[in-house]
C-alpha cells in the first residue's frame, strides 16, 4: 500500500510540462477536415437557415466541400505523400500514403456524382406546387400519419441528408488510412451511423426504407460488437492497437514486452480469434458471403440514390481497410488467412451470381451483383502482391462509377407508384426510351466484364494478379461465376430490347442536368477505363506501396 501511495505521490508531484502536446499534421489530414467542417456547417444550416433557402444552401455546401477536398487530395499527391513523403501523421494514427490518398481520391469523386443524385428534384410529379426529391418530406412523422400529409403538403424537405451523407463520407476517408485498430473502429461507426439514418428515409415505400434500416443497424451492431471484441482480444495478444506494433509481436520481431500483459502477449489463440472476428467485422461492410444477408434488403429498401452511395463509396472504403489491415498488420499471419479467405472468395463469387439469376427486382438484383463483386475483388487481394494491390485500386475506380451511373438509371423508370424496380415492367423499354436503355446496357455489360468496358480491364487485373499470386484455382471459379453472372445481366438487355412494352408500362422521367451529369460521369469512366485503362492502371500501381 505505501508503495503504491509513494509511486501516486511521486506522479502527482511530476511537472506539469512534461505532458507532450499532440502534433497533428492538419495540412496532411486536409481532406477529412474540410468534409467534417461542412459536415458541422451544415448541421447549422438546418438551424440557422430558412427551410425555403435550406436546399440550395447544402447542395451548395457538400459539393463545394467534396471538390475542395478532392482538390486536397490530389494537392497531397503531387506533394510526394503518396510515394517519398508518405509517413504516419496524427501520432501514429493515421497513415498518408499511396492507397490512401488513391482511396480517398475514388471515394470523394464517387460521392460528388452521388450527391448529385441526392440533389434530383425533377423526377416525380411537383405537390402542392413544391418540386419533391427521393427523401421524405418529415423523416420524424409515421408514415401515412396526418402530420407527414401536413408535411408533404406545406412542401417539407429532408435536408439533413446533405450533412449525413458529409458524416457518412468524412468517416469513409479516415477508413482506409487508420493506422491503429482504435481509430479504424471510430471512423467505422462515424460512417455506419448516418447511413442506417439514410436508409430509413425513403419518400415512397416508406414502411419498406424503415425495415431496411432497422436490419442494416441492427447486423450492422453484431458485425460493430464482433470487431470491437477482436480489437481487444488482438490488443492482449500484441499489448499495442498500433499497426507497425501489432506486426512486429506477430513477426516476432518485439524487443519489449508489457509486464501487465506478460502473461497473454503472444498467444496465438487470442491473434488467430482475434484476427477472425476482425476480417468479420470487415468482410461485414464488404458485403461477402457469409455475412452479406443485410445487402439484398438494406440495397431494395434504402432511397435508391442512397443505395447507389452505398453501393460504392462503403466497398471503396472497406476494401481499403481490409488491404491495410492483411498487408500491413497480418503478413507474417499470410499462411493462416490465405485459405480463409480462398473459402470466402469462392463462395461470394457463386452465391452472388447464382442467387443473382432468380432476382426479379432490379435492385435486389443489382445487390447481388455487387456481392459477387466483392467475390471478384477479393481475388485480388489474395493475390498478396503489389500487383494485388494495384488491380485492387483499380477495380474499386470502376466499379464505383457504374453502379452509380446504375443506380442513378434506376431512379428514372417510374410509374403512378414512384420507381418501377420489378424486373417486368422494365420490358420493352429499349422501345420506349431507346438513350436510358442503351445507357443501362452499358452498364450491364461492364458489371459483366465484357471487354472494351472498365468492368473487363478491372475482372482481367484482378484475376492475372491472383493467377501470378498462385491462385489459379480462384481464377477459374472467378471465370465460371462471371459467365453465369453473364447471363442474368445479358437476360436484361434482351427483356429492355427485344420484348414488348406493355401499355401500362412506366415512363422514363427527365432528370435535370444533376442527374444526367452522373449518368453521363458513370458512361464516360466506363468507356474510358475499357478502352484506355494503362495510365489508371499505372497510377494504381504508383499508389499501390503501403507505408508501414
Known amino acids: 500500500m505505501t508503495a503504491a501511495h509513494s509511486l501516486w505521490t ?5 511537472p506539469a510540462d512534461r505532458i507532450p502536446a499532440p502534433k497533428i499534421e492538419y495540412a496532411q489530414l486536409s481532406p477529412t477536415l474540410i468534409v467534417v467542417g461542412a459536415a458541422v456547417l451544415g448541421v447549422l444550416v438546418e438551424a440557422f437557415v430558412p427551410r425555403k433557402s435550406r436546399y440550395y444552401v447544402q447542395v451548395f455546401i457538400a459539393v463545394a466541400a467534396l471538390a475542395s477536398a478532392f482538390a486536397a487530395v490530389v494537392g497531397l499527391a503531387a506533394g510526394g505523400y503518396g510515394s517519398t513523403k508518405a509517413h504516419i501523421a496524427a501520432m501514429g494514427a493515421i497513415a498518408v ?62 435536408t439533413e441528408v446533405f450533412p449525413l451523407a458529409l458524416f457518412a463520407i468524412s468517416g469513409m476517408l479516415i477508413f482506409p488510412a487508420a493506422n491503429d485498430l482504435l481509430t479504424l473502429f471510430i471512423a467505422l461507426e462515424v460512417f455506419s451511423l448516418p447511413l442506417y439514418l439514410l436508409c430509413a428515409v425513403a419518400r415512397r415505400q416508406r414502411l419498406m426504407s424503415q425495415e431496411a434500416a432497422v436490419k442494416y443497424f441492427l447486423l450492422g451492431a ?19 492497437v498500433s499497426y507497425a506494433a501489432i506486426a512486429d509481436v506477430v513477426d516476432g520481431t518485439v524487443s519489449r514486452v508489457d509486464p501487465a500483459l506478460a ?27 457469409p455475412f452479406h444477408m443485410w445487402t439484398p ?28 489491415l492483411l498487408y500491413v498488420v497480418l503478413p507474417g499471419l499470410r499462411w493462416d488467412w490465405r485459405p480463409v479467405m480462398w473459402a470466402v472468395a469462392i463462395v461470394t463469387m457463386l452465391a452472388g451470381a447464382v442467387i443473382a439469376v432468380t432476382q426479379t427486382d432490379v435492385k435486389r438484383l443489382l445487390a447481388y451483383s455487387s456481392i459477387a463483386h466483392a467475390g471478384f475483388i477479393l481475388a485480388g487481394v489474395i493475390a498478396t502482391s503489389e500487383d494485388g494491390v494495384k488491380s485492387v485500386l483499380f477495380y474499386l475506380g470502376a466499379y464505383s462509377f457504374v453502379t452509380i451511373g446504375a443506380f442513378a438509371v434506376v431512379t428514372l423508370v417510374r410509374d403512378a407508384g414512384g420507381e418501377a424496380t420489378h424486373l417486368s415492367k422494365w420490358a420493352g423499354l429499349g422501345r420506349r426510351s431507346p438513350l436510358t436503355a442503351a445507357v443501362f446496357a452499358v452498364f ?13 480491364s478491372g ?5 492475372s494478379a491472383a493467377a501470378e499470386g498462385g491462385a489459379g484455382a480462384l481464377v477459374v471459379v472467378g471465370v465460371i461465376s462471371s459467365a453465369i ?14 420484348s414488348e412494352p406493355k401499355a401500362d408500362g412506366p415512363t422514363v422521367a427527365v432528370p435535370s442536368p444533376l442527374t444526367m451529369t452522373t449518368i453521363a460521369v458513370g458512361v464516360a469512366v466506363t468507356l474510358v477505363l475499357g478502352l484506355a485503362p494503362q495510365y489508371f492502371l499505372e497510377l494504381a500501381g504508383q499508389a499501390s506501396t503501403f507505408v508501414r
Open 10 to 14: 511521486l506522479a502527482a508531484a511530476a
Open 97 to 158: 500514403d499511396g492507397p490512401a490518398l488513391f482511396l480517398q481520391g475514388t471515394i470523394l469523386l464517387a460521392s460528388i456524382v452521388a450527391v448529385f443524385t441526392f440533389a434530383e428534384r425533377r423526377l416525380d410529379p411537383a405537390a402542392h406546387g413544391n418540386r419533391v426529391d427521393s427523401f421524405a418530406a418529415q423523416a420524424a412523422s409515421v408514415p401515412g400519419s396526418d402530420s407527414e400529409k401536413a408535411a408533404v403538403k406545406a412542401g417539407f424537405t429532408t
Open 222 to 240: 453484431f458485425s460493430s460488437a464482433f470487431f470491437l471484441f477482436g480489437i481487444a482480444l488482438v490488443y492482449g495478444y500484441a499489448g499495442s
Open 263 to 289: 502473461s497473454t502477449m503472444g498467444n496465438d489463440a487470442l491473434l488467430l480469434i482475434g484476427g477472425a472476428l476482425l476480417l468479420m467485422g470487415l468482410l461485414f461492410k464488404v458485403g461477402a458471403v
Open 297 to 324: 434488403d438494406v440495397y431494395q429498401g434504402a432511397p435508391t440514390p442512397v443505395t447507389g452511395f452505398m453501393a460504392a463509396a462503403t466497398k471503396v472504403a472497406a476494401f481499403g481497410a481490409l488491404l491495410r
Open 444 to 456: 450491364l455489360l461492364a458489371f459483366a466484364g465484357i471487354p472494351l468496358t472498365s468492368g473487363f
Open 459 to 463: 475482372k482481367f487485373a484482378v484475376f
Open 485 to 498: 453472372a453473364a447471363f442474368f445481366y445479358i437476360r436484361v438487355i434482351v427483356l429492355m430490347f427485344f
